[in-house]
């Protein structure tokens, strides 16, 4: 018993259960000139993973236009910042960034 409460603690010290960034943690990333580099790549990765089906970002500038969208929406929506990191970025891309109706 006492090797697994010490395992236990162990775990919880080293940050191992440590929740996804909400949307309010990553907004003070963007915001950061010194982290920008921490947030693009979650930008990136939801671009890359659902441009072209939950949202069309166009391929001019894509990566500042991307970026500028997901820090607009979390600045614009502060009621859900304590939402997590990937549901707002994806959320943002998808108002910015409507898809044409097929028709």
Do not use: W
Request: charged share 30%; proline share 6%; glycine share 4%.
């Amino acid at each position: 018993m006492p090797r697994i409460l010490l395992l236990l603690c162990c775990l919880l010290a080293c940050g191992a259960s440590r929740a996804e960034d909400d949307g309010e943690e990553f907004l003070n990333f963007m915001r950061s000139s010194t982290r920008n580099d921490t947030a693009q790549p979650f930008v990136d990765d939801a671009v890359r993973r659902n441009n072209g089906h939950k949202f069309c970002v166009p391929e001019e500038d894509r990566k500042q236009a991307s970026f500028n969208a997901v820090k607009q929406y979390l600045e614009s929506h502060s009621g859900e910042l304590f939402k997590p990191r990937r549901y707002l970025i994806v959320r943002s891309l998808e108002e910015a960034f409507p898809c044409p109706e097929k028709k």
